[in-house]
């Protein structure tokens, strides 16, 4: 796996997060209830924290950082 590929889904996963965060606010919470809308925001919580360790891992890669656990 190659840090351009890593980079490459770490801006797709930046993508998704962006678009169904603006979805679930602007669309979903007209027909969902407050606990509903809790577990959306949940798992866009859960994206973003992936998406930044994807994009970390990639540019650790990217300088050929030495990193102990990958």
């Given at each position: 796996?190659?840090s351009?590929f890593?980079?490459?889904?770490?801006a797709?996963?930046?993508?998704?997060?962006?678009?169904?965060?603006?979805?679930?606010?602007?669309?979903?919470?007209?027909?969902?209830?407050a606990?509903?809308?809790?577990?959306?925001?949940?798992?866009?919580?859960?994206?973003?924290?992936?998406?930044?360790?994807?994009?970390?891992l990639?540019?650790?890669?990217?300088?050929?950082?030495?990193?102990?656990?990958?």
């Amino acid at each position: 796996m190659t840090s351009r590929f890593m980079l490459i889904f770490a801006a797709i996963s930046g993508f998704i997060f962006v678009a169904l965060g603006a979805f679930g606010a602007h669309v979903l919470s007209k027909t969902m209830g407050a606990v509903e809308m809790g577990w959306i925001q949940t798992g866009l919580e859960y994206q973003a924290f992936h998406t930044l360790a994807i994009l970390g891992l990639a540019v650790a890669m990217q300088r050929r950082i030495s990193i102990w656990f990958y």
